[in-house]
């Protein structure tokens, strides 16, 4: 493993251990189905749960291990490198709802929650984006008005990963409507099944083994007890899960460019042109060096990132945006030119690459865009943005 030298012994230890599961339930087989059909990775995630890597975002006193950000982000790059969906569920579907649900939940929520997450038997989706509320996120207009013990949620959610297979969905609402549209939001744990609730999944084009779903809930009703976190407070409890989000989507995107890299250079060591190896082209050579360059830095940009995440430096929001940015950006930029190295062969299924290509795209929009990333940048360097 070139990128070796950039982990701890205890690291390399993670993903050794990872790379052996992988091998068995996480193949370039298995990869290809869950994504001709459309099929959520159940087995692997399963085998993940069962050699206990679903308790690492919980903490111990439910049942968990209590992770370093650090070691959570070796994690999500050793699961990316051997499949891009999986190292997005384990964060969409556990690590998301763990931190919070532990950060935010009560201790009656806490204990039915987070044994469950432990041991891989829940699922926790989270609902935030709609039509009318994407990068601007606070301007969500689904509503839930008390009504004696209970609130009654009316609205659409949209772009919602997991959906489909979650056993609860944390959904953002508006509970009252003050002069800022920050102000007056809560979030609920509401039950998928729930009266109410309809779940449609979304065709898309890449990313195709974990659902992307339109949620519509209809006076569906929640006890007020399922509302996670301050009533009315739900904006600065969503901004202080920032940037771990972005900080472990950062690590997926620098685990699949590692996997993209391997992919790359054993075919420019294989495939020949004018009797060579295509890899012996200096213009070939010189795009897959930069493509490891690129990992190098990813993968430095994502540990600057989770160290200063673990030590509660207030720098960590910025450095977690800084390394997305670059991450998500460097990895489509080499999986464009890794179908270019491939040629035709890139432009069909035939190849993993392909899948590369249509998958990174998400990357760069999903837990925040580019775009919004540039801004939560500029302004922590002082600019009036």
């Not at 001709?36 to 050699?51: C, G, S």
């Not at 994690?75 to 384990?90: D, F, G, K, N, T």
């Not at 953002?172 to 800022?180: E, K, Q």
């Not at 039950?191 to 084009?205: C, E, L, Q, S, Y």
Request: glycine share 10%.
């Amino acid at each position: 493993m070139w990128w070796s030298g950039q982990l701890t012994d205890d690291q390399l230890a993670i993903v050794t251990a990872l790379d052996g599961l992988c091998s068995q339930h996480v193949t370039a087989k298995h990869c290809e189905l869950w994504d001709r059909e459309k099929t959520y990775p159940v087995d692997a995630m399963d085998a993940l749960a069962a050699n206990s890597w679903a308790a690492l975002a919980v903490p111990p006193a439910y049942g968990g291990e209590g992770a370093s950000a650090q070691d959570l982000c070796v994690v999500h790059m050793a699961l990316a490198r051997h499949s891009l969906a999986v190292a997005q569920a384990y964060y969409s579907l556990w690590v998301l709802g763990a931190e919070a649900i532990s950060r935010l939940g009560t201790e009656e929520q806490r204990a039915q929650w987070l044994p469950r997450l432990a041991a891989g038997q829940a699922r926790i989706a989270f609902a935030l984006t709609e039509p009318g509320s994407g990068s601007d996120a606070a301007a969500l207009s689904t509503r839930a008005d008390a009504d004696g013990d209970a609130l009654v949620i009316s609205g659409q959610k949209v772009f919602i990963t997991g959906a489909a297979v979650a056993d609860m969905i944390v959904t953002a609402v508006r509970t009252s409507s003050p002069g800022r549209k920050q102000d007056g939001l809560s979030l609920v744990m509401v039950d998928p099944r729930a009266a109410g609730v309809t779940i449609r999944p979304m065709d898309k084009i890449g990313l195709k083994a974990i659902d992307l779903c339109e949620v519509f809930y209809d006076n569906v009703r929640v006890p007020v007890t399922d509302v996670l976190g301050p009533l009315n407070g739900a904006w600065p409890a969503l901004n202080a899960g920032l940037a771990k989000e972005r900080l472990f989507l950062a690590a997926v995107c620098a685990g699949a460019l590692f996997n993209l890299v391997d992919e790359v250079t054993t075919y420019a060591q294989n495939r020949k042109s004018f009797g060579v190896a295509i890899g012996s082209h200096q213009l070939i050579a010189a795009k897959i060096v930069r493509m490891r360059v690129a990992a190098d830095a990813s993968a430095g940009l994502v540990r600057n990132a989770a160290e200063l995440l673990d030590s509660g430096d207030p720098l960590a929001a910025e450095a977690a945006s800084v390394a997305k940015l670059f991450a998500s950006e460097a990895y489509v930029s080499a999986a464009r030119d890794g179908v270019q190295i491939f040629g035709g062969a890139g432009f069909t299924e035939d190849v993993p690459v392909a899948r590369h290509y249509r998958d990174c795209k998400y990357l760069e929009i999903g837990g925040g865009t580019s775009e919004v990333q540039t801004i939560v940048i500029g302004r922590g360097m002082g600019l009036p943005l």
